[in-house]
């Protein structure tokens, strides 16, 4: 059954999303940066303070009003206290959020100044801060009254900073404003030590002149200023941060700060974000020189690929021999983080993170643009160039490291203190994944078993080849995918499946000038690949079209594209490569158009191969065999759902759309319990996204969240709740 909702007027009307308005303010604001720089960041730094006074009057006239009401009361005034008092509050409790105190984020440990002497040294001279004064002996005369006012002025400007080391690889100036939106923030410097251990002295020194740039150090300082306030006002939007007082009203002033003040604030800021980056990557050209400063981005980018194709999930599959975490981490990565340049894969780890691009409101420049410009700092060119000026290298290998040097006999106990700090951390996690691959392993088996008496359908085959390769290695694998192609051919997820099971499990892809023939598996797993992506430009016959998943067409050019780069046949990777972009394009339509909730809505009963709550009945033979669902597959994310206290109900629901022919969008649907303790609604739905395990797109939809809680949005919700057989879950009751 179809249900064709319509939403309301607000809905269906014309007006242009917010990402699209976002675009459009940048791009227009673009070229007035260009055409006039210095006359751009003026009128920022005007339209910023008027955002600001619009939230610092209110909160200054909230307290002349509470404190002309305490004189008032004092002087036995009887009439205007009380009035004057009564509009202080009403006026302080809209302004709630907007100026709640914010804290620092937990986690890591704090370094003692007196244990990193060199590097709290290096910290200071590239911040500006004056060295902390030798303490005085015991019976020495006072200091002089204007040197001690000098110094401390100078200590109240710049006070000590505190740093935070952590198992990160990352360098992170984090503040936490008193105020809120209007600031007065305490600041602190979280390192990681992986960082430490994957630099050397010069290279640090720029990551770190870099980050001290957004505090002003060395920059035009309005650039600074409007970068950290945009920080600042993202980091605490509705959408990243909920209000801490939920009562009616305490919201206000924020929610209207951010719906007709921020936007045109926030487009101006990504604008100047682009001019501040290039001023603070000149500051680490400037402190560490020309080269550090070009091969921190590289070699950073290339170690945290290795973390996190190579060195973590090899660590991860500890867990399914070892029920308790026994690793130490950070002790294997002194040697094999700095050496991962090294690696056979670093060239293509350079090459994927050159090619990444930011997203859509990040502040952070993309990888290529900020070597472009570094490279340009290299020669006559002052500003970044269309294309790299230069080939990129891998980066060369530091004969000590940043830790090494600056923490000295100091690091031995820090890598154990840490290691045991990410032990306590993960134990929860790892004795979870450790019981699921014991379920995979029961599950695998009964899969077995079951299709000896009886053939399995299509979403139990598809599961019985993922969970071969998770437990047993991608060789496992190719025997149940070979029974899926056998019994249905064109199935677009069981050819990608075989094709990286083919070219995971043989031997290694070697460039033309070695090897000019590839294996046969890799032959067959080409081939695959190729058919796969090149689906759809031809009319296909109606077997193949009732078959064919468009979502399988991208990951299948992007995995052609690495083998052919593996084998350096790049007269091949040409039209792979203009076809990838095609795909990408159709993906990023695809994904737009069915996450959003503009308009009518194609809704339908996901076949999940459940029986129905409502008749009882099992879905038909058709549907059964052309799901990727089934009883088995959802078992994991039912189970998560029932440990989820907050969740009170679910309904599995697929959305389609004519706009995205063969395209869908699995929508969860989650009515939240009455469970005294719920989690945020601003990122809970994003949390428990990230932890479904389905072979298929899904989207949590959280009804708690005011999005879906508007009263424009009600038909459309008691559509997704009232469609027959879409329930999947329901909590029981407390006794």
């Known amino acids: 059954m179809q249900e064709h909702t319509q939403g309301s007027a607000s809905l269906g009307a014309r007006r242009p999303p917010p990402e699209q308005t976002l675009r459009q303010q940048v791009a227009r604001h673009e070229l007035a940066c260009r055409d006039n720089p210095a006359a751009f960041v003026q009128a920022?730094?005007?339209?910023?303070?008027?955002?600001?006074?619009?939230?610092?009057?209110?909160?200054?006239?909230?307290?002349?009003?509470?404190?002309?009401?305490?004189?008032?009361?004092w002087m036995d005034e009887a009439l205007w206290p009380p009035l004057v008092g009564l509009l202080g509050l009403l006026l302080g409790w809209t302004l709630a959020s907007a100026v709640w105190p914010q804290t620092l984020p937990a986690g890591g440990k704090t370094l003692p100044r007196n244990q990193a002497p060199r590097l709290f040294s290096l910290v200071d001279r590239l911040r500006g801060a004056p060295p902390p004064a030798p303490p005085r002996p015991a019976g020495a005369p006072p200091q002089p009254l204007l040197p001690r006012a000098i110094a401390a002025w100078r200590q109240h400007r710049n006070p000590p900073l505190a740093v935070q080391l952590d198992s990160s690889l990352q360098a992170e100036l984090q503040e936490a404003p008193r105020l809120?939106?209007?600031?007065?923030?305490?600041?602190?410097?979280?390192?990681?030590?992986?960082?430490?251990?994957?630099?050397?002295?010069?290279?640090?020194?720029?990551?770190?002149?870099?980050?001290?740039?957004?505090?002003?150090?060395?920059?035009?300082?309005?650039?600074?200023?409007?970068?950290?306030?945009?920080?600042?006002?993202?980091?605490?939007?509705?959408?990243?941060?909920?209000?801490?007082?939920?009562?009616?009203?305490?919201?206000?002033?924020?929610?209207l700060f951010y719906r007709h003040l921020y936007p045109g604030f926030e487009a101006r800021a990504l604008v100047l974000a682009q001019l501040h980056q290039r001023a603070a990557d000149a500051c680490a050209v400037q402190v560490a020189g020309a080269q550090a400063a070009l091969q921190a981005p590289l070699a950073l980018a290339i170690q945290q690929r290795y973390l996190d194709q190579d060195f973590w999930p090899r660590l991860w599959e500890q867990a399914a021999?070892?029920?308790?975490?026994?690793?130490?981490?950070?002790?294997?990565?002194?040697?094999?983080?700095?050496?991962?340049?090294?690696?056979?894969?670093?060239?293509?780890?350079?090459a994927?993170?050159?090619?990444?691009?930011?997203?859509?409101?990040?502040?952070?420049?993309?990888?290529?643009?900020?070597?472009?410009?570094?490279?340009?700092?290299?020669?006559?060119?002052?500003?970044?160039?269309?294309?790299?000026?230069?080939?990129?290298?891998?980066?060369?290998?530091?004969?000590?490291s940043a830790a090494e040097v600056l923490l000295g006999s100091g690091l031995e106990p820090w890598i154990d203190m840490l290691d045991a700090d990410w032990r306590h951390q993960v134990t929860d996690e790892w004795r979870a994944q450790h019981a699921a691959h014991r379920r995979r392993e029961r599950l695998l088996h009964e899969l077995a078993d079951a299709d000896a008496n009886a053939p399995l359908p299509l979403a139990d085959l598809l599961l019985w080849a993922r969970l071969a390769r998770q437990v047993q290695g991608p060789g496992a694998a190719l025997a149940p995918l070979r029974l899926t192609m056998a019994r249905?051919?064109?199935?677009?997820?069981?050819?990608?499946?075989?094709?990286?099971?083919?070219?995971?499990?043989?031997?290694?892809?070697?460039?033309?000038?070695?090897?000019?023939?590839?294996?046969?598996?890799?032959?067959?797993?080409?081939?695959?690949?190729?058919?796969?992506?090149?689906?759809?430009?031809?009319?296909?016959?109606?077997?193949?079209?009732?078959?064919?998943?468009?979502?399988?067409?991208?990951?299948?050019?992007?995995?052609?594209?690495?083998?052919?780069?593996?084998r350096e046949d790049f007269e091949a990777l040409k039209p792979v490569r203009a076809r990838l972009r095609e795909l990408a394009l159709e993906a990023e339509r695809a994904e737009k158009v069915l996450r959003s909730f503009q308009g009518e809505q194609q809704l339908e009963v996901a076949p999940t191969g459940l029986r129905s709550r409502h008749t009882g009945t099992l879905p038909s033979t058709a549907a059964q065999l052309h799901t990727r669902l089934?009883?088995?597959?959802?078992?994991?994310?039912l189970a998560l759902l029932k440990s989820e206290p907050a969740v009170g109900k679910a309904w599995l629901l697929r959305k389609t759309s004519p706009q995205v022919r063969g395209w869908s969008?699995?929508?969860?649907?989650?009515?939240?319990?009455?469970?005294?303790?719920?989690?945020?609604?601003?990122?809970?739905?994003?949390?428990?996204?990230?932890?479904?395990?389905?072979?298929?797109?899904?989207?949590?939809v959280d009804l708690a969240q005011p999005y879906w809680q508007d009263i424009g949005r009600t038909d459309l919700v008691q559509a997704m709740r009232s469609t027959e057989g879409a329930c999947i879950y329901t909590a029981e009751a407390p006794k």
Request: charged share 20%; glycine share 6%; proline share 10%.
């Open 44 to 73: 920022t730094t005007a339209w910023a303070l008027g955002a600001w006074l619009a939230l610092a009057l209110p909160a200054v006239l909230a307290v002349l009003a509470m404190a002309a009401a305490l004189a008032g009361w």
């Open 180 to 255: 809120g939106l209007l600031g007065w923030p305490q600041r602190r410097l979280r390192l990681g030590l992986p960082l430490l251990m994957a630099l050397d002295g010069p290279q640090l020194a720029g990551v770190l002149a870099r980050e001290f740039a957004h505090q002003g150090r060395g920059v035009e300082p309005r650039l600074a200023w409007i970068f950290r306030l945009h920080q600042r006002w993202a980091s605490l939007s509705p959408a990243q941060r909920p209000a801490r007082l939920s009562a009616p009203g305490a919201d206000l002033a924020r929610r």
């Open 321 to 350: 021999r070892v029920p308790e975490p026994d690793a130490a981490p950070l002790r294997g990565l002194r040697v094999l983080l700095k050496d991962s340049p090294r690696q056979p894969a670093a060239r293509r780890w350079l």
């Open 352 to 400: 994927e993170a050159l090619k990444a691009l930011p997203a859509q409101r990040a502040l952070e420049p993309s990888l290529r643009e900020r070597v472009a410009w570094l490279q340009g700092q290299t020669g006559d060119e002052a500003d970044a160039p269309a294309a790299l000026p230069a080939p990129v290298e891998v980066p060369a290998v530091p004969a000590r």
């Open 488 to 566: 249905h051919h064109a199935i677009g997820e069981a050819r990608y499946l075989l094709a990286c099971a083919l070219l995971d499990h043989g031997p290694a892809v070697q460039p033309r000038g070695r090897r000019p023939d590839p294996t046969p598996s890799q032959a067959e797993a080409i081939e695959l690949l190729q058919s796969l992506a090149n689906e759809g430009r031809e009319s296909l016959q109606y077997t193949q079209a009732l078959a064919a998943d468009p979502h399988w067409r991208l990951p299948a050019a992007q995995r052609l594209e690495m083998v052919l780069e593996q």
């Open 630 to 637: 089934s009883a088995r597959v959802l078992a994991d994310t």
């Open 665 to 700: 969008l699995y929508l969860m649907v989650i009515e939240r319990s009455h469970a005294l303790l719920q989690p945020d609604p601003a990122q809970w739905s994003q949390l428990l996204e990230a932890k479904i395990q389905l072979p298929l797109p899904v989207a949590v």
